[in-house]
């Protein structure tokens, strides 16, 4: 045979009689050639959905960070508004 099996079972038969089993099982090479395809695609849209997601909880951290240093920072910002709030109070008292 010059030709695969797949090339085979893809001709359309006028004079030449080739054994059915060969056609089936050149049409079930093509089938599996066609399924490795669809998951490599598969592979590939996973390997990206779980670079995503590792990224978003990379930045969701970040943010979770950023957060609590802000509430800290407005936190202190109160603590000395009070402090400088009684220092003429206290100044005042003393002269």
């Known amino acids: 045979m010059s030709k ?3 090339e085979l079972s893809r ?3 006028t004079t030449e ?3 059915m089993g060969a056609i089936n099982a050149g049409s079930l090479q093509r089938i599996a050639a066609a ?3 669809m998951a490599e695609r598969h ?13 978003a909880h990379y930045w969701r951290e ?4 950023k957060d609590r ?4 920072l407005k936190g202190q910002i109160t603590k000395l508004r009070k402090a ?10 003393g002269e």
């Open 4 to 6: 695969t099996l797949t």
């Open 11 to 13: 001709s359309t038969w």
């Open 17 to 19: 009689n080739p054994d």
């Open 35 to 37: 399924t490795e395809k």
């Open 43 to 55: 592979t590939e849209l996973i390997r990206q959905r779980d670079s995503f997601e590792k990224a």
């Open 62 to 65: 970040k943010s979770d960070i």
């Open 69 to 72: 240093r802000i509430a800290s």
């Open 84 to 93: 400088l709030a009684a220092q003429p109070a206290q100044q005042g008292a």
